[in-house]
């Protein structure tokens, strides 16, 4: 009886090893990356030209490419890797920077460091900060949410001005600009989800300020000077009825091609669906996005953007040397990613290829993926940490009351006692 116990003891590790995904030699020199993203016309698309480029050279690895959205990567992840058990799981993911910290700061062992698959350096240098963790790289930076102030050129003709005027020009100088084109067009300057604080986000980041200390955790309302001064200038454009709300994505983009707007800031992600009216081609350009007055600020921001990651399981070495030998180190890649997908990566190298030197006439022969990447090196350092879509959720709240008339210092107060709770 002794003896079957222990063969049955013995038997029961063996399953549960087998069950658990933990690693064997076989399992070690598996031939099969499994790749998990969202949106199949752009992140999937990307996967897909670098699968391609990479079999060109390494055909013996099987690359599978699948789609999930991202709400649900997000809880297959966190299911998964709360439990401790790795069963099912992709070799490489993609997760976006805002999200990032909180994977790496409650999991950092699940993950594994891509330091001798790629040189950080060659990437834009605001892509550091969410990517890595305790001074080790995990995530290789994939695409940039570099921001512009997309701007109706025949617009502001109407009224005088020219894109001249916006260049180096700060939020006084473009609500002073947009002011003028409603009173000679009747068109708003912007549009806006009144729950939507990407605007805000992008306004402080121009500062190199976040919702967080530096330390990515610890609440940075009540005496957050950009934070502030993005919520004045929010406030002005909304007294001034610069300012038209939509509810959802398709009334944002309803709005844009319909011409009903001025100006559109925004990750440069929104360019094909600005495109997407052919009639207002050669009516756009692209203005460096704007900074904040009367402060340390710069004409470059952020919107979105995500990494890819590798997961701490078998097949770790080769899913990052994929990912090292493509988004990491393959400029031609980069270049088939501006021309077929018409995104901006952030690996610095690919951005003296032609297809970011092209000129797009939509834009009036403007060169602006060279102009986007030329802002992608100014933007600011943040860290966003692990609170973002905690604290928008309560600042989202709190701005209407200012907007209704509560006092600014108060406003923020609430919100950094709400935050701190919420942070806990």
Same mark, same amino acid.
């Given at each position: 009886m002794k003896k079957f116990l222990a063969l049955?003891?013995?038997s029961l590790l063996v399953l549960s090893a087998c069950s658990s995904g933990s690693s064997s030699e076989a399992d070690a020199d598996t031939n099969d990356i499994k #790749? +998990?993203?969202w949106d199949p016309n752009f992140n999937i698309k990307a996967a897909e030209l670098a699968k391609t480029a990479y079999q060109e050279e390494n055909s013996e690895l099987n690359i599978e490419i699948i789609e999930y959205a991202q709400d649900d990567i997000i809880q297959k992840l966190n299911t998964s890797l709360s439990s401790g058990t790795t069963k099912g799981l992709p070799n490489v993911v993609l997760i976006e920077d805002y999200r990032a910290q909180s994977f790496l700061q409650s999991y950092p062992d699940m993950f594994y460091s891509v330091d001798d698959a790629i040189s950080i350096d060659d990437f834009a240098k605001y892509k550091q900060p969410p990517t890595s963790f305790e001074g080790k790289q995990y995530g290789v930076p994939f695409d940039s949410g570099v921001a512009g102030l997309y701007v109706r050129t025949d617009y502001l003709e109407e009224a005088g001005y020219s894109i001249d005027d916006l260049q180096d020009a700060d939020w006084e100088k473009v609500i002073e600009i947009g002011t003028a084109v409603k009173d000679a067009t009747g068109k708003q300057m912007?549009?806006?989800?009144?729950?939507?604080?990407?605007l805000l986000r992008m306004m402080i980041q121009t500062s190199g300020a976040w919702y967080l200390e530096e330390d990515g955790v610890t609440p940075n309302i009540a005496n957050n000077d950009a934070l502030k001064e993005a919520f004045r200038l929010y406030k002005e454009m909304i007294d !001034?009825?610069?300012?038209?709300?939509?509810?959802?994505?398709?009334?944002y983009i309803a709005t844009i091609n319909n011409g009903d707007i001025s100006m559109l800031p925004s990750g440069n992600w929104i360019t094909p669906s600005v495109k997407a009216e052919a009639s207002q081609s050669g009516k756009w350009a692209v203005a460096p996005f704007p900074k904040l007055p009367g402060m340390d600020s710069?004409?470059?921001?952020?919107l979105g953007g995500s990494s890819w990651y590798v997961l701490n399981i078998p097949g770790k070495e080769k899913a990052a040397e994929f990912l090292g030998q493509?988004?990491? !180190?393959? #400029?031609?890649?980069?270049?088939?990613? #501006?021309e077929e997908v018409g995104g901006v990566g952030t690996y610095q190298p690919a951005a003296e290829g032609e297809a970011y030197q092209?000129?797009?006439?939509f834009f009036g022969g403007q060169k602006i993926m060279s102009d986007f990447a030329? +802002?992608?090196?100014?933007?600011?350092?943040?860290?966003?940490?692990?609170?973002?879509? #905690?604290?928008?959720?309560?600042? !989202?709240n709190e701005i209407q009351k200012y907007l209704q008339g509560e006092d600014l210092d108060t406003v923020m107060e609430n919100a950094q006692s709400l935050a701190e709770q919420q942070a806990k």
């Open positions: 049955l003891f013995v #790749v +998990w993203a912007i549009t806006q989800d009144p729950k939507d604080l990407g !001034a009825d610069l300012v038209k709300p939509h509810a959802d994505w398709s009334q710069v004409n470059a921001s952020n493509t988004f990491g !180190a393959d #400029v031609d890649f980069h270049q088939q990613f #501006v092209a000129e797009d006439e030329a +802002w992608t090196e100014e933007i600011p350092q943040v860290n966003y940490g692990l609170h973002t879509y #905690v604290i928008e959720d309560i600042l !989202a």
